[in-house]
C-alpha cells in the first residue's frame, strides 16, 4: 500500500473523531519539537482548521502527544501553529492538532481551504468528465467496430452462390409436372390521400416547440441586485443577477466567491417590485465573481411566479 493510500485510509478511519472537514493537499513542511529541540521535514498530504496529517521523510520516533511547532505555506500564505502530535504510524505519518490558534490566523487559513476545496472539487469535475469522455470514445469505437463485422458478413453473403430451391431440384430428378404457385399481383401504388393542415403540422419534423419547452430552456438578459446565502458557512454575498431562467441564473459577486461548486445556495432577489428566493447549488464557477446557480425544489407557486417575470422581461424586450 502507497504512503498516499494509507493516509487516505487512515483519515476514513478517523472521520468520526473530527470536528471540521479535511482537504487533500501536498506542501512541503518542517516540524520543530519543542521538547527536544530537534526538526523534522516533510509534507503535509491533508489539513483542516484543527490540524494536519505530516507525512515525514525519516522514520517519526517522538511518539504521540508531543508538543509541536508545524510551519508550511499553501495557497501562498505562511502559517506556523504550536500543537500537539495526536498519532504515529510505520508509514512515516504524524497526526497533530493545532492549539492556541489567533483568530485572525484561522480565518485566514479558512480562506486558503476555501480555495483548496473550489481546486479539489473542480479537479474532480474534470476527471468525471475526462472518464465520461474516454467510456463515450471506446464506446464509439466497439460500435465502428460491430458495424465494421456487420457490413462484412453482409457483403460475403451477397457474393455466395445462389442456391437451387429444393423444387427446382426434385423437377430435375424426377420431370413430372408440377403446379407452381399463384404469386398475387404487386399492389399498384395508391394515389396520395391529401392530409389536414393540422395532421401536416403534427408530422413534420419542424414543428414547433412546445412553448412551455422554449421557456423552461431559454434565458433572459436581467439586471438587477441579489443577495447569496452560504447555508454551509453561514454567511451571504451581495452581486448582481445577469441572466435568469426556470431552471437557474447567472450572478456576478461584489467580492470574491469563496467556495466551490456543488454548495447550497439560497438567491434572494427582486423583479418588478416583487421579492424572490429560491433554493439552489452552485452549477459552474466561471470565475473569481461570476458563478451559475441552478434552482432546486421549487414550488409550483414560485415556479409560476418566475415563469410570469420571464414572461414580462420577453415581451417588453419585444415591444422595446
Not at 478517523?14 to 501536498?26: K, S
Not at 453473403?157 to 430428378?173: D, E, F, K, N, T
Not at 459577486?253 to 423583479?271: D, K, S
Amino acid at each position: 500500500m502507497e504512503p498516499e493510500e494509507k493516509a487516505a485510509e487512515l483519515a476514513g478511519g478517523r472521520h468520526n473523531r473530527r470536528t471540521a472537514p479535511r482537504y487533500g493537499v501536498d506542501e512541503e513542511a518542517s516540524l520543530l519539537l519543542v521538547n527536544h529541540g530537534s526538526t523534522v521535514s516533510g509534507r503535509v498530504v491533508d489539513l483542516s482548521v484543527g490540524g494536519c496529517c505530516l507525512r515525514t521523510k525519516e522514520r517519526y520516533a517522538a511518539g504521540s502527544m508531543v508538543r509541536v511547532e508545524i510551519t508550511f505555506r499553501t495557497r501562498g500564505l505562511a502559517f506556523r501553529f504550536s500543537g500537539t502530535t495526536q498519532w504515529t504510524d510505520s508509514w512515516n505519518l504524524v497526526g497533530i492538532r493545532f492549539v492556541d490558534v489567533p483568530l485572525r490566523r484561522k480565518e485566514e487559513l479558512v480562506e486558503a481551504l476555501f480555495e483548496v476545496e473550489a481546486e479539489n472539487a473542480a479537479k474532480a469535475a474534470r476527471q468525471a468528465a475526462e472518464k465520461r469522455a474516454a467510456e463515450e470514445q471506446t464506446a464509439a469505437q466497439v460500435f465502428s467496430a460491430v458495424s465494421v463485422a456487420q457490413r462484412a458478413e453482409e457483403n460475403a453473403q451477397r457474393q455466395s452462390p445462389v442456391q437451387i430451391p429444393a423444387r427446382a431440384v426434385v423437377a430435375r430428378v424426377h420431370p413430372l409436372p408440377v403446379a407452381l404457385p399463384v404469386l398475387p399481383r404487386a399492389a399498384e401504388p395508391q394515389p396520395a390521400v391529401p392530409q389536414p393542415a393540422e395532421a401536416q403540422a403534427a408530422s413534420s419534423p419542424q414543428a414547433k416547440p412546445n412553448p412551455r419547452d422554449r421557456r423552461e430552456a431559454s434565458r433572459e438578459e436581467v439586471d438587477t441586485t441579489a443577495v447569496i446565502y452560504l447555508i454551509k458557512i453561514a454567511s451571504r454575498l451581495q452581486g448582481r443577477i445577469l441572466d435568469l431562467s426556470l431552471s437557474g441564473c447567472r450572478i456576478r459577486t461584489n467580492e470574491r466567491f469563496p467556495v466551490g461548486i456543488y454548495t447550497r445556495v439560497e438567491t434572494e432577489f427582486r423583479l418588478e417590485g416583487l421579492p424572490v428566493r429560491l433554493g439552489g447549488v452552485v452549477q459552474a464557477i466561471h470565475d473569481r465573481h461570476t458563478i451559475g446557480i441552478r434552482f432546486l425544489d421549487v414550488s409550483s407557486r414560485k415556479r409560476e411566479q418566475v415563469e410570469r417575470l420571464i414572461e414580462d422581461i420577453r415581451e417588453a424586450r419585444e415591444q422595446g
